[in-house]
T-cell receptor, first 119, second 113 residues
Framework: GAVVSQHPSWVICKSGTSVKIECRSL??????MFWYRQFPKQSLMLMAT?????????EQGVEKDKFLINHASLTLSTLTVTSAHPEDSSFYIC???????????????FGPGTRLTVL | GENVEQHPSTLSVQEGDSAVIKCTYS??????FPWYKQELGKRPQLIID?????GEKKDQRIAVTLNKTAKHFSLHITETQPEDSAVYFC????????????FGTGTRLQVTL
């Protein structure tokens, strides 16, 4: 149980184009989803937190107009990198957390990641 | 906000030896401390976690200790094997709907034959 998928697993795009990454919880309802970015040989940096049906909360320094997050259902969140540039090339990882009986569980279940390369 | 420091950044041990990775955190409200193993190009994999009401937890060759007073926690791997080679991250969070994980900087563990 607790499987999270991401699509695509990798994407190459031209500078100035937009790229959408999907994150799905396959066997549970994800009340909260998180988006991380990981540059080579670095740690995971949280970009934003999204709760189903509400606007995402972005971390300091993350441009909300550039990284559009939508969490329209309890099983799907999307991250759109708008007008991508080479410096946006990174490994993007989502995670999902569930709530049962009003209790928000700490454990996050991670997707396999999406490697974005912007030429 | 929370700040998590992790040491060492790299660690090389011989097969069969023990490995210890240490983390410190800054927010006394943090009460959940997971450890993740990440292989190159793959997702972080939860290997063990501990909550603040427990001082130590063990799962076969892996153990984690927590010192709330000093705000530090450690990962102990005994009888290391080549397949333990990976990058390990510690993290900390508090509870509640607004909680989020803050990750350490990672430790690259190399287990040599």
């Amino acid at each position: 149980g607790a499987v999270v998928s991401q699509h695509p697993s990798w994407v190459i795009c031209k500078s100035g184009t937009s790229v959408k990454i999907e994150c799905r919880s396959l066997d549970f309802q994800a009340t909260t989803m998180f988006w991380y970015r990981q540059f080579p040989k670095q740690s995971l940096m949280l970009m934003a937190t999204s709760n189903e049906g509400s606007k995402a909360t972005y971390e300091q320094g993350v441009e909300k107009d550039k990284f559009l997050i939508n969490h329209a259902s309890l099983t799907l969140s999307t991250l759109t990198v708008t007008s991508a540039h080479p410096e946006d090339s990174s490994f993007y990882i989502c995670s999902a957390r569930t709530t049962l009986a009003g209790v928000s569980y700490n454990e996050q279940f991670f997707g396999p990641g999406t490697r974005l390369t912007v030429l | 906000g929370e700040n998590v420091e992790q040491h060492p950044s790299t660690l090389s041990v011989q097969e069969g030896d023990s490995a210890v990775i240490k983390c410190t955190y800054s927010d006394s409200a943090s009460n959940y401390f997971p450890w993740y193993k990440q292989e190159l190009g793959k997702r972080p994999q939860l290997i063990i976690d501990i909550r603040s009401n427990v001082g130590e937890k063990k799962d076969q060759r892996i153990a984690v200790t927590l010192n709330k007073t000093a705000k530090h926690f450690s990962l102990h791997i005994t009888e290391t094997q080549p397949e333990d080679s990976a990058v390990y991250f510690c993290a900390a969070s508090n509870t509640g709907t607004a909680s989020k994980l803050t990750f350490g900087t990672g430790t690259r563990l190399q287990v040599t034959l």
